[in-house]
């Protein structure tokens, strides 16, 4: 371009002066068509220059509009791919459950309640007590129950706005699709930019992602409007209809307290039945002052009073067996009567009162008699040890003489002893020195005998004979 506008002028003049040349001959003429011709060559090749250079300016259009196409198709990918979870995190719902009962039956079923119950008879001191719970007798529904879960989303206007990206996201993927086979193979089309795949794989992408965005916006508002409907059939506890009512099959009440009056009873078994011999578990001392009726309580609970004549009865007669009413009859010693006095003072008006009044009445004289008899048999006994001690002590006399005696006796003894110890003693150091003097002779006759000997080798000179005769003469 640069080129032809620098030339353009020169043409003109050239142009302008063409009739001026033609005056002047044919040489002008001549040199006129060969500045013409060189012209024209120059016209061809700025020609050649321009068509080349508006190629290349086409070919930067196509590029730019291509690089344009690109990015609004990433820019579209990007947004529904941030639309996609944008839509699943900001349409969070709120969930609303609501429940529809209908009762189909109502019947009354008993339950073991908190209420107790408790029976008691007596036979003597024997007492049976027979403990159990109670139940409440309570209403049962069977009912046909129907859960109704909905739906509200918090930001409403998400979906509307995912399903319209996602509407706007199918229709461009369907017009690029639509314009693909009008686009070349190899180049971008200098229009769109793009090429026939890529027209096809960018219209395919967004068909697939505007299609699930748009149906699952779609499906999401269709399930908000309809909402979840599950029904089943559960059974309640009603209200109680009547309480402390017999169970059916009864239950025991066990490890509750028994208790008569202050004293207890133990607690009861595990089978709630409980058999009492109160002969055995009340002591008279337990009872003593109790009015004839005491209260029968399990865990606080009255359930029956129990009547204490039959025991006392049965402990007066045991006390009775153990007054000792035939000893305290014909007494021998003053306790006799002491358990038939303990019976009065306990039972003052005991069946047998009367009967131990008389017993210790006609008891009082042999007592006298007995502390009489007594009296005397303690003189006698008294005399007795005196006699005794009397005769202990000339015993201890006897045998104190006895034993100074002998004590003399034994002194004179070791005296005798000792003289002869110091005998024995004299005479063994006199038998010790002689044999001392015994054995220094026989010693000092040996020393002569050797030296004798010696004497005869010296003077004989070894003559056996010589030496022999010298010995027996000499040496004896």
């Known amino acids: 371009m640069t080129r032809i506008a620098s030339r353009t002028p020169t043409v003109t003049a050239l142009l302008d002066s063409g009739p001026a040349h033609l005056e002047n001959g044919p040489a002008a003429l001549e040199e006129n068509t ?16 321009l068509e080349e250079n508006t190629a290349t300016l086409e070919n930067n259009t196509a590029c730019s509009r291509h690089t344009t196409l690109r990015r609004t198709g990433t820019a579209l990918l990007l947004a529904l791919s941030v639309l996609v979870p944008a839509t699943a995190g900001c349409a969070v719902q709120d969930a609303y459950l609501r429940h529809d009962d209908e009762i189909l039956s109502r019947v009354g079923v008993p339950r073991p309640g908190t209420e107790r119950a408790a029976r008691i008879r007596q036979e003597g001191t024997h007492v049976s007590v027979e403990a159990i719970q109670l139940c409440d ?23 509307i706005l995912a399903a319209i990206g996602g509407a706007a996201a199918v229709a461009l993927g369907a017009f690029a699709i639509v314009r693909a086979p009008n686009l070349p193979e190899s180049r971008p089309d200098l229009e769109t930019g793009w090429t026939r795949s890529q027209a096809r794989g960018l219209g395919g992408l967004l068909v697939g992602g ?29 209200e109680v209809l009547q309480s402390g009512v017999a169970c059916p099959s009864p239950i025991p009440w066990q490890g509750a307290e028994m ?17 009492l011999d109160l002969d055995l ?19 606080g609970r009255t359930v029956g009073q129990v009547n204490l004549a039959p025991i006392r009865h049965v402990h007066q007669e045991r006390a009775w067996r153990d007054a000792g009413q035939v000893r305290c009859a014909a007494p021998e010693r003053p306790d006799d009567c002491d358990a038939l006095n303990a019976y009065l003072i306990r039972y003052p008006d005991g069946p047998h009162a009367t009967e131990a009044r008389r017993i210790l009445e006609s008891a009082a004289g042999a007592l006298v008699e007995a502390a009489a008899r007594r009296r005397a048999e303690a ?35 070791r005296a005798r002893a000792e003289r002869e110890r110091e005998r024995d003693r004299a005479r063994h150091i006199a038998e010790q020195r002689e044999a001392e003097q015994r054995h220094r002779q026989t010693r000092e006759r040996t020393q002569a005998r050797r030296a004798c000997h010696a004497t005869c080798r010296q003077t004989c000179g070894g003559n056996q004979a010589c030496q022999t005769a010298c010995q027996t003469t000499q040496c004896q």
């Not at 208790?259 to 409980?274: H, K």
């Not at 578990?281 to 865990?299: F, K, M, Q, S, T």
């Not at 000339?394 to 003894?413: F, G």
């Open 281 to 299: 578990a009340v002591l008279p001392r337990d009872i003593a002052g109790a009015p004839p009726n005491v209260d029968l309580r399990i865990d």
């Open 259 to 275: 208790r008569l009056g202050a004293i207890s009873l133990g607690t009861t078994p595990s089978t709630g039945r409980a058999e």
């Open 137 to 159: 007798r309570v209403e049962r529904l069977e009912i046909e129950r129907t859960h109704v879960f909905s739906r509200r989303s918090r930001k409403p206007m998400v979906p």
């Open 210 to 238: 505007g299609g699930v965005l748009a149906l699952g916006t779609v499906g999401h508002a269709f399930r908000l409007a309809r909402g979840e409907r599950t029904t089943e059939t559960v059974t309640e506890a009603g």
């Open 379 to 413: 003189e006698e006994a008294a005399a007795r040890l005196r006699q005794a001690a009397a005769e202990s002590m000339a015993a201890l006399e006897r045998q104190r003489a006895e034993s100074e005696r002998r004590l003399r006796e034994e002194e004179r003894e």
């Open 34 to 49: 060969a500045t013409l011709e060189e012209n024209t060559a120059t016209l061809e090749e700025n020609t050649a220059t």
